[in-house]
């Protein structure tokens, strides 16, 4: 091979780093809104975008969401934001009607799986489901909690 060759071979990536890169790119395509059933998106408060413990909300989607709005659930069942944090119950609120929802650093524990059922409710590891405050079902700042199953639209979700 010419010089000109050899150059322009050694500048392409390993099979490894292209596998990489191709890994990243598909994490960042598979983050989509979370829409509950009044229409609205799970949204992290924008200044806790990076904050353990920050504010899980409902708010009007944006049509180019911010990270704050973009989700996707991985292998494990976790509920995994843009920014990095994943949807967390706070520890001892996992059973509790009315537990707190926030944002945490990704881990393996309970009151970080989700699974979707086949009524298209999100449902936690203690067996609870994400749920938005009734009167809040399509405010903007509404209540996100969880709460024992039903089939209110307030437990519906969507990826979109």
Do not use: M
């Not at 996707?72 to 706070?90: F, H, P, S, T, W």
């Not at 707190?100 to 650093?105: R, S, Y």
């Not at 039903?150 to 969507?158: I, L, V």
């Amino acid at each position: 091979l010419g010089l000109a060759c050899q150059s322009a071979l050694a500048e392409l990536p390993t099979k490894d780093k292209l596998q990489g890169i191709l890994k990243a790119a598909d994490e960042r395509l598979n983050y989509r809104k979370l829409v509950n059933g009044g229409g609205k998106c799970l949204d992290i408060h924008g200044p806790d975008l990076q904050v353990d413990g920050g504010k899980v909300q409902i708010w009007g989607c944006a049509e180019n969401p911010p990270d704050n709005q973009l989700w996707r659930i991985d292998e494990k069942g976790l509920l995994i934001n843009k920014a990095g944090k994943c949807l967390d119950v706070n520890g001892p609120d996992l059973n509790k009607d009315g537990g707190k929802i926030q944002v945490w650093g990704c881990g393996d524990a309970p009151n970080q799986q989700w699974r979707f059922d086949e009524a298209g409710r999100l449902v936690n590891g203690g067996g609870k489901c994400l749920d938005v405050n009734g009167p809040d079902l399509d405010k903007d700042g509404g209540k996100v909690q969880i709460w024992g199953c039903g089939d209110a639209p307030n437990q519906k979700w969507r990826f979109e």
